[in-house]
């Protein structure tokens, strides 16, 4: 594919195969229209978001990958309402892993000021494009899908393609572009009745410039948008159709597997290919730095002979650190030094030395795997001094670049094929694609056959890039009528001061982080920061509240904003907070701030004799602003619930000798259905600016369900997950009392 020119960053302006398309973001006078005319094989060159068809079909290429929240369909609302398309004639394409669809939208949201980039909303579009151009950026995360690349890139496309076909359509009809409107993929003139489908104009309609700042719709005028649209996802999904990473077939396709070091930071020393080689059509052994890889004509013929290998490899100096060993020195470092603060309003040592009332605790939280359903795998083909990809990933553009690099070609000679990932969760995010990496390697290896290399369940768990632990020490203190004066809270880790800082009006406050090298490989796990720190900061102030003798929902309340008491009322209204919960059951509440969105959930939970812990309903309500479509939404809110749940329930990640112990389902545990509440999700009617969803429905539940089983037993969780504490040793506050 030919690169973008100066002349049509600024010009644009061809036509594809007779239709118009319409591009925004990455130009410096954006929304324009970007597009190459056809090569000489006559294949259509495009490098634009919409492409409206004299068909009149209207495709929405969408530059997120799919894993199940709905984003496709999402997104594809949103441009379709503004440009008034007919919804049957919508169709969706992912973007292309090329550098012309590198996509800045989530950066303006993760690091521009908003007032600032709304004064020049089209060069802050160029500059993040072309920064996110240069790292390789085409991200799917941090719940950033609709708020960003939706409300700021392709609702703007949709204005952008409205306007210039309402503008051709009344040339075409010499008639004020007043008198006529777009609607259902035609443009009507209102006086005589006369119209013309999108696709019978596009010719002209792509020869005229743009207007730099289309106007968006009104709430009131929304036709697609707030309703609830079938998924596009979903029939490919029910009729078994829809191809993962994993069902890649292509002519001549070899299997490999691979184990890497056991301890991270260690390397292969050794191995004897002798016995692998005898496997029966075992192919090939390729020895990579820190592992060893086994390529065979099946998958299975290529683990069977993986398993015959007994390689030795070093253990980078880390051999004899274990969980006890990691945990001394999260405790360690918490207890020397001060720290670097983060925030620090007021004299928290005076308040804390002044309060009536002081309170100290230490939360703990472990690490996390991703684990998804799908185990980390790729395709690769490296031949002719090209290379081909395909997998699935959350960012295309850097996965084509980790292969180009492993087989030392330029970006440029390789060629990205993104399937939708069987679950992401960050686990598929940028620069954590050693998985891509490895298949390259292997590929190259095995030149020119194409090699599909399958991590075993054991090697997906043992070798993640998993949540970081976090110890946080809190002091908090209370004044004679029981409102709390001071917080002070000390943890391990790098985290986003947002995540860490409670949403309540508290006037003496201090926040500060320890850094804690530690061998463990780490990245970021579904809502980052805030599954940690929800469960900490909602888990103390929940402590405060029971202090303070106060119910928690009201100590809360009149702590919080209009804004999140919204929020909080809601989720405390809808699950009967002020009336008793059924009999054999307590109820506990957190609230957290997170990816734009406000999120409070109630859990009630019953505990039996044995100490067996059910989470028999949860209440969420939440504050998104505007909602695109809210089957969606809710279905977000629920499978953030779900996941955050399964890890307070299950989650852990431990080590013996520098190794992760756990290694499949059976030891490392998630969620079945058996384990799913009955889930109520409420939205609070908002207009202000759009929040996540993806995430923000994990962070509260953690805390909700700790605060709940304090609410029964009078037993205070502190560390996670919760099958480490023994609740049947706890008097249930529920229960008859022993007989004699």
């Not at 306007?163 to 008198?179: S, T």
């Not at 010719?203 to 700042?213: C, G, I, K, V």
């Not at 940028?430 to 290896?445: L, S, Y």
């Not at 194409?450 to 768990?461: A, G």
């Amino acid at each position: 594919m030919g690169r973008w020119t100066r002349r049509a960053f600024i010009a644009g302006g061809s036509l594809l195969g007779g239709g118009l398309v319409i591009g925004v973001g990455g130009v410096l006078f954006a929304p324009n229209r970007i597009s190459v005319k056809p090569a000489a094989s006559g294949a259509p060159q495009i490098t634009t978001w919409i492409e409206i068809a004299p068909d009149n079909a209207v495709t929405v290429i969408v530059p997120h990958c799919e894993m199940g929240q709905g984003v496709h369909t999402a997104l594809a609302q949103m441009a379709a309402d503004e440009l008034d398309a007919d919804w049957n004639l919508v169709r969706v394409r992912e973007a292309p892993a090329l550098d012309e669809y590198a996509n800045g939208y989530p950066v303006r949201v993760f690091f521009f000021d908003p007032a600032i980039a709304a004064m020049a909303p089209r060069a802050a579009d160029y500059g993040t494009y072309r920064l996110a151009r240069f790292v390789g950026l085409q991200l799917t995360g941090g719940s950033s899908s609709v708020r960003a690349t939706g409300d700021l890139g392709l609702r703007v496309a949709g204005a952008a393609a409205r306007a210039v076909l309402i503008q051709a359509a009344a040339r075409r009809w010499g008639v004020p572009e007043g008198e006529c409107e777009a609607r259902l993929s035609s443009v009507h003139h209102r006086s005589s009745d006369r119209s013309l489908a999108f696709g019978a104009v596009a010719d002209e309609a792509a020869s005229l410039p743009l207007p730099e700042n289309p106007p968006l719709k009104p709430r009131e005028a929304w036709r697609i948008m707030g309703k609830s649209l079938p998924r596009i996802d979903t029939p490919s999904k029910v009729d078994g159709s829809r191809v993962y990473g994993i069902d890649t077939v292509v002519p001549g396709l070899l299997y490999a597997t691979v184990a890497a070091a056991p301890v991270f930071g260690g390397k292969l020393v050794s191995v004897d290919e002798a016995p692998a080689m005898a496997v029966a059509g075992v192919k090939q052994v390729v020895r990579l730095d820190d592992a060893v890889a086994v390529v065979a004509d099946s998958y299975w013929r290529a683990l069977k002979g993986l398993r015959a290998l007994k390689p030795v490899f070093s253990d980078g100096g880390n051999g004899a650190v274990d969980s006890p060993v990691l945990a001394s020195r999260f405790a360690t470092a918490l207890s020397t030094g001060e720290g670097s603060t983060l925030t620090h309003t007021g004299d928290v040592a005076a308040a804390l030395a002044g309060a009536a009332k002081r309170i100290e605790a230490e939360y703990a939280a472990p690490y996390l795997a991703h684990a998804p359903m799908e185990p980390m795998n790729a395709t690769v083909r490296v031949a002719d001094g090209r290379c081909e990809v395909w997998a699935g990933t959350q960012d295309p553009l850097n996965a084509r670049d980790t292969a180009a690099k492993a087989c030392g070609l330029g970006p440029s000679l390789v060629t990205m094929h993104n399937a939708m990932p069987g679950g992401g969760f960050g686990r598929r995010l940028p620069f954590v694609m050693d998985f891509i990496d490895q298949a390259a390697r292997v590929a190259k290896a095995a030149s020119p056959l194409p090699v599909k290399l399958i991590w075993s369940r054991e090697e997906d768990i043992r070798h993640d890039f998993y949540r970081p632990a976090a110890l946080c020490r809190f002091a908090g203190g209370l004044d004679a009528s029981g409102r709390p004066v001071a917080w002070s809270a000390r943890f391990i880790g790098n985290a986003d001061e947002n995540a860490a800082v409670p949403p309540y009006a508290i006037p003496h406050l201090r926040l500060a982080s320890d850094k804690l090298d530690s061998h463990v490989r780490t990245g970021s796990w579904r809502s980052v920061d805030h599954s940690q720190h929800g469960f900490f900061v909602e888990s103390f102030i929940d402590e405060l509240a029971h202090a303070a003798g106060q119910d928690p929902w009201k100590f809360r309340r009149a702590l919080l904003p209009d804004r999140h008491r919204a929020v909080l009322d809601l989720a405390a209204s809808e699950s009967g907070w002020e009336s008793p919960p059924p009999a054999g059951r307590a109820r506990g509440i957190a609230l957290v701030e997170a990816f734009g969105s406000i999120a409070a959930e109630v859990a009630e939970i019953e505990i039996d004799a044995k100490g067996g812990l059910r989470v028999r309903r949860v209440t969420a309500a939440i504050d998104c602003g505007d909602l695109v479509n809210p089957d969606i939404a809710a279905a977000q809110i629920e499978g953030g619930i779900m996941f955050g749940l399964a890890a307070a329930l299950y989650g852990e990640i431990t080590l013996d000798k520098g190794a992760v112990v756990e290694s499949n389902f059976w030891d490392y545990e998630v969620a079945r259905m058996a384990d799913t509440p009955e889930i109520a999700v409420h939205f609070v009617p908002s207009h202000g600016p759009r929040g996540g969803l993806g995430e923000p429905g994990l962070p509260p539940i953690a805390a909700a369900v700790a605060n709940a089983i304090f609410a029964a037993t009078g037993k205070r969780i502190r560390s996670l997950p919760f099958k480490n504490h023994n609740l049947s040793a706890e008097r249930l506050r529920w229960s008859e009392p022993s007989p004699a």
